[in-house]
């Protein structure tokens, strides 16, 4: 692609290693900088990588940005702070955070925000909430307690599984990533249902989907359902929306998968549902409050699996590859003033 005269500064905060240089090879002709000096890349884990603090030579650096490139998490260091800036592509999926976070002292940022919404992060979360099915409908957790005491056990508790294929799953989100799981439930012979807080209209329904709810509907959809799978972005309409008693109506005592956010259902309802039997197991990846305090009842509820919010994390590889993936798809839309794809909208909180 040839640099335009009104080609814009592009600024990369880089702590996944190679997105820098996978971006300028994407891009050779346009302006692209590294705002990381202090070092190359992070060798922790992935709180440190997230939550890296940024240094005064690195926010110059920002300053000069047209467009910026980073997570969001770092993005909340500076957000106020950049005063050229039109354009953020943030390298994870979801913003959501930074609507919560913003100092009610400030204006809310008038440049455009877009997610990460490539099929390769959405994979990511679509293998590991197959994974999760896979490994609670054949009892994996159990055949390895029953490994560890030498036990060759075939009981019905491991042999009589259900296949996919006999499954109803509800989505509750009908984004990318959920579509991305609708694609791989159909592929095994699951029949899928989606809930959205507004109706979709005949062009906006996927053909992945094979009845969709909205709204008032979802406790007559989670009646219909062995898994409940929570996809949603944490909004003012989405916060407690599996809270309080709405999980009376699940039938089938399905199995709650939430790989959206964990504001989606208070710890205390959570453990209600499984404690009378509203829901027959949870398996969560994320949480109220993160990281999960040490002192939460979830830890050794019997009925819980715990993941720390690792979904969709992945190789640094696979990664850089989504990030220029969907910055090389909206940068000529950007240079064209076009509407950017997955842009975040302040309004919907997500």
């Not at 702590?15 to 590294?34: Q, T, Y």
């Not at 003012?236 to 939430?258: F, M, Q």
Request: hydrophobic fraction near 40%.
């Amino acid at each position: 692609m040839s640099r335009r005269k009104d080609g814009a500064v592009i600024v990369v905060y880089p702590v996944v290693p190679g997105l820098f240089e996978a971006l300028k090879e994407a891009l050779p002709d346009a302006d692209i900088r590294n705002a990381l000096r202090e070092t190359s890349e992070i060798t922790g884990d992935a709180s440190e990588e997230l939550f890296r603090k940024i240094t005064a030579s690195e926010l110059s650096v920002m300053q000069e940005a047209d467009i910026l490139v980073l997570f969001s998490y770092t993005l909340l260091q500076v957000i106020h702070d950049l005063p050229k800036l039109k354009w953020v592509q943030i390298i994870n999926t979801g913003p959501d955070h930074i609507r919560s976070n913003l100092r009610k002292d400030k204006p809310t940022p008038s440049y455009v925000i877009t997610r990460n919404i490539s099929k390769k992060i959405g994979r990511l979360m679509t293998e590991h909430v197959i994974g999760q099915v896979i490994c609670h409908e054949r009892s994996w957790h159990l055949l390895r307690e029953n490994q560890l005491q030498r036990k060759y056990n075939q009981g019905k508790e491991v042999a009589l599984y259900r296949n996919l294929s006999e499954l109803t799953v509800g989505l509750l989100g009908l984004g990318p990533m959920a579509l991305e799981m609708a694609a791989s439930f159909k592929h095994f012979g699951s029949r899928v249902h989606g809930f959205s807080k507004r109706p979709k209209g005949p062009t906006d329904r996927s053909p992945l989907v094979d009845k969709f709810w909205h709204g008032d509907q979802l406790p007559s959809l989670l009646g219909e359902i062995d898994y409940i799978v929570a996809v949603l972005p944490s909004t003012p309409e989405t916060k407690g929306l599996l809270g309080k008693d709405i999980l009376k109506h699940a039938k089938k005592s399905p199995v709650l998968i939430n790989v959206g956010r964990g504001d989606l259902i208070s710890e205390g309802d959570l453990i209600k549902a499984l404690d009378v039997g509203w829901i027959s197991y949870a398996i969560l990846d994320v949480f109220e409050k993160e990281p999960l305090p040490v002192e939460s009842a979830l830890w050794t509820h019997p009925k819980v699996v715990i993941t720390p919010h690792l979904a969709c994390y992945g190789t640094a590889e696979n990664r850089v590859a989504s990030t220029v993936e969907c910055f090389c798809r909206n940068y000529p839309r950007y240079l064209e003033g076009k509407p950017l794809i997955g842009s975040f909208s302040w309004e919907a909180g997500y």
